[in-house]
């Protein structure tokens, strides 16, 4: 189930954390992964991939440049000849409260985890279109759903990312090619780590299934929607939350 052998998936920000574990799974399932983070952050990843038996490459980029994108794809393109998944996870936080927050934090959320997303599916598009055919998937947050205080910024690009896709799938749903966003609860990663036990505690509470997610929650709806079993699935947002939001 959820076979992905032969297909060629690209997963930004795949240094760590969600992103290393959506590479890691997609690459046990069959696919080739190029696994996509700034400098030499993404090689561990590939590496570790390597090590299981899969197949996978690291590429350097910067997502807000997008001279950096272009040649990201076209390296990705020359290597493997056509780009069937595409995983839109790279992303950062600046959290701050909106009347303390600074231009620059609020640039820089949206340059990362929104424009970023725009310049990246442009560049995926042409060769899945040629291809007609391919999966494009897109980390929201259900913060994006149920906004947070401390967080306009943050929830902002990640309710921008859902109607972003939701647009694009209808654009491109004749070509066989879908959209979708996974929208992630509290994940257990280094950013979560900096919270007390106390913390964890109080939003575990918060969560019916009485747990904090993991990475790997995440990357079995990222595998889902990459198979051919969800093949009739575009423009919706698969929350992976626990029952915190619904």
């Excluded at 969600?18 to 952050?41: D, E, F, M, Q, Y």
């Excluded at 939701?166 to 900096?194: H, Y």
Aim: net charge neutral; glycine share 10%.
């Amino acid at each position: 189930m959820f076979e992905l052998t032969g297909k060629v998936a690209l997963v930004t920000g795949a240094s760590r954390g969600i992103g290393r574990a959506i590479a890691v799974a997609l690459a046990s399932r069959g696919a080739h992964v190029v696994a996509v983070a700034r400098g030499t952050n993404a090689e561990a990843t590939a590496e570790a991939i390597r090590a299981a038996g899969g197949s996978a490459a690291a590429v350097s980029a910067d997502v807000t440049d997008a001279a950096s994108v272009e040649a990201m794809m076209a390296a990705t393109l020359q290597h493997n000849g056509r780009l069937d998944v595409l995983v839109n996870n790279a992303g950062i936080a600046r959290d701050q409260l909106m009347l303390r927050m600074k231009r620059a934090d609020w640039d820089e959320v949206l340059a990362t985890n929104l424009t970023a997303a725009f310049t990246i599916v442009q560049a995926a598009l042409k060769p899945m279109i040629r291809q007609r055919g391919g999966r494009i998937i897109s980390i929201g947050s259900v913060v994006g759903q149920m906004g947070n205080a401390g967080q306009a910024n943050y929830a902002a690009s990640k309710a921008g990312l859902i109607g972003f896709s939701k647009a694009i799938a209808r654009e491109v749903a004749s070509r066989q090619i879908t959209v979708n966003v996974v929208a992630p609860g509290l994940v257990a990663t280094d950013m979560t780590q900096a919270l007390t036990d106390k913390s964890q505690g109080d939003w575990s509470a918060q969560i019916p299934l009485g747990r904090i997610g993991i990475p790997e929650d995440v990357a079995a709806a990222v595998c889902f929607l990459a198979s051919d079993e969800a093949s009739y699935i575009t423009g919706q947002v698969l929350a992976v939350n626990g029952g915190m939001y619904t």
